[in-house]
């Protein structure tokens, strides 16, 4: 039988015991109707995950008790791998979100572009949005065994990125104007971060691409098709964790 997977913040963990809360204790008790003695299992969303049994119920609370550390349900990825993604319309963004997770990204940083065709009207609208991709990141994470839920980050700007020094390999997947993936000269290599930048779907202006190869971004493209940039970020995902990560 597949884990009963749940998740509580680190600061809900005392001792040997955690409260499970909110939709986490409603999906417990309403959905899956649990009951005292039964086991289920809880990750912190940094990596660690618990064996517990059900306690009591109060409120909208649930307690669990004689809680112990054990192996997540499914590995991490050994490669740190920030996905770097311009606003995309839409639910693309959305669905980019929770693939990237259960493909073991580390973290996801939305990103404005020249040509993208969705803008933010405020700052408030940019916290509900990254609001809504932290919930759809921490779903994913859950259904796919991951104890560790990639931390989505508020837009920032396309030239705050693309200049900011980083001792990570920087990745720039661009239509035109790159080289593909030199696969021989991976072998044997293992980064300790890697990022990777992708457009929208109105692609890179010239100016954003002579701006990140001048800050040392390599220029990569993936063949001779047109990708969507949803298409794009999910397959720059795939080929990064399988040349430096645990995808293979």
Partial sequence: MSRRRFFAPPNAFSERSVTLTADEAKHLRGVLRLKPGDEVFVFDGIGKEFRCRVERFQRDEVVLNDCEQVEPAQPDSTLNLTLALALLKGEKFDLVVQKATELGVSSIQPVTTRHADIHLRDASDAQKRVTRWQRIALEAAKQCGRATVPNVSLPASFESVATDESEAIRMMFSERA???????????????????????????????????????????????????????????????????????
């Fill in 178 to 248: 790159g080289s593909p993936l030199n696969y021989e000269a991976s072998i044997g290599v293992t980064p300790k971060a890697l990022i990777a930048l992708i457009g929208s779907e109105g692609g890179w202006a010239d100016e954003e691409i002579q701006t990140a190869r001048s800050a040392g971004w390599q220029i990569v493209t993936l063949g001779g098709r047109i990708l969507r940039a949803e298409t794009a970020a999910i397959s720059a995902t795939v080929l990064l964790q399988h040349l430096y990560g645990d995808l293979k």
